[in-house]
């Protein structure tokens, strides 16, 4: 009977554990993407663009935004979902 009275008490101590752990320490469970180095991908990706400033600062926009940037100079949205989603207020493409 006492073994008995022992499982439940530890099962319920263990249960009053778990909880307090997602409680207090669910946040920081959570792991964070690692960030990519959006100058340097977006470097690249407007290096043939003939409006170079302008694609710079809207593909960093689009960077900071999703984490991720197509590989080469265009095309290959379909690699960053987000990336090809985003639009412009007007509904037209926003990121290069």
Do not use: W
């Amino acid at each position: 009977m006492a073994s008995a009275k022992t499982s439940i008490l530890f099962a319920i101590l263990c249960i009053v554990l778990v909880h307090e752990l997602l409680v207090l320490g669910g946040d920081q469970l959570q792991a964070e993407a690692k960030k990519i180095d959006c100058k340097s991908k977006c470097n690249y990706r407007c290096s043939k663009a003939s409006r170079h400033k302008m694609c710079i600062r809207a593909c960093n926009t689009c960077c900071n935004r999703c984490n991720c940037v197509p590989p080469g100079t265009s095309g290959n949205e379909d690699v960053c979902p987000c990336y090809a989603n985003m639009t412009t207020h007007g509904g037209r493409h926003k990121c290069p």
